[in-house]
């Protein structure tokens, strides 16, 4: 019996999105404004953009066939800061893949995923892990009842990969507390609150924590934040503790940073009074790799 014969057509979407987000607005002229760098690239093996027709596997494709890698392709981040998240989809169309779903041919495709290979929907949305996706294609041909009418069908597979920005999501903490001084009217515990950490101009660290849902916290404390004033260097100011008010700021230093327990990171202040214990406690994963990579 002929084998069916098909072939492949590559398509990469790039959508940024709403405008919105590169919206800048200035007072006085002659200013430069330079949007965020959206660049993400889908490479074939060979590292080369993918374009239509690289595979086809023409006589192939028969029943009976065992399952057959035809097609490995990545996702390239490159130099896209913003947060993205990817569609990656086979579109099948032709003769040999009718829409009711009745054709015998079978295509998979599997996603690397720390380090290991894990079968994935073809319309899978979801947010990259890593700066490279590892994508690969798979055929088979089980034998069945309806073999013969599919003799000689033509058919094409679409890979489609859309990268979308999309806003970026929040992070929360786990535990916080809050040791200002050595009296307990000024220790406080809340978990759950808003975080976010980045580097500034300067590639200094900058931790801001926005306190929402707890009255007592929002009124003793505040929102706060840690600023690395110089390399090693934090400053610790807070809304509403006395201890932490401007110009009343914390000083701590890198080495006081204690980040022994996975997933915790201990602001620590020193005191020329002695070694009270007065710090900052905040459970966050992501804080937690963000200090220790």
């Known amino acids: 019996m002929a084998g069916a014969v098909f072939g492949i057509v590559l398509v990469v979407s790039l959508i940024t999105g709403t405008i919105a987000y590169f919206m800048k607005e200035f007072s006085s002229d002659e200013n430069i404004a330079t949007a965020a760098t959206f660049d993400i690239d889908v490479v074939n093996s060979a ?6 027709g690289e595979f086809d596997l023409g ?35 032709g003769d040999l893949f009718p829409e009711d779903g009745g054709s015998p041919v079978v295509l998979t495709m599997e996603r690397e995923i720390d380090g290991e290979w894990i079968e994935v929907d073809h319309s899978t949305t979801f947010k990259p892990e890593s700066d490279v996706e590892s994508y690969r294609i798979f055929v088979e041909w089980p034998h069945s009842d309806n073999d013969i009418d599919f003799q000689g069908l033509t058919g094409n597979v679409a890979l489609e990969v859309i990268a979308k920005q999309v806003e970026e999501e929040p992070l929360y903490t786990g535990e916080i507390r ?38 007592n916290f929002k009124e003793k404390v505040g929102d706060f934040s840690i600023t690395e004033m110089e390399p090693g260097v934090y400053h610790v100011v807070s809304e509403n503790d006395a201890y932490t008010l401007r110009p009343n700021m914390w000083r701590v230093n890198e080495d006081t940073i204690d980040t022994s327990v996975e997933g ?30």
Do not use: A, C
């Open 47 to 52: 590292g080369e953009t993918i374009g239509d």
């Open 264 to 293: 915790y990171v201990k602001f620590n202040k020193r005191d020329n009074v002695g070694d009270l214990d007065r710090h900052i406690l905040i459970e966050s994963q992501e804080l937690y790799e963000w200090f220790t990579e």
């Open 178 to 215: 809050w040791r200002s001084s050595s009296f307990e009217w000024s220790h406080h515990d809340t978990s759950n609150q808003e975080i976010e950490f980045y580097y500034d101009e300067n590639e200094l660290r900058v931790i801001k924590v926005y306190i929402s849902d707890d009255e």
């Open 59 to 93: 006589d192939d494709l028969y029943p009976g066939m065992e399952r057959k890698e035809v097609y490995t392709f990545d996702v390239q981040r490159n130099n896209t800061v913003l947060p993205v998240e990817y569609q990656v989809d086979l579109l099948l169309t």
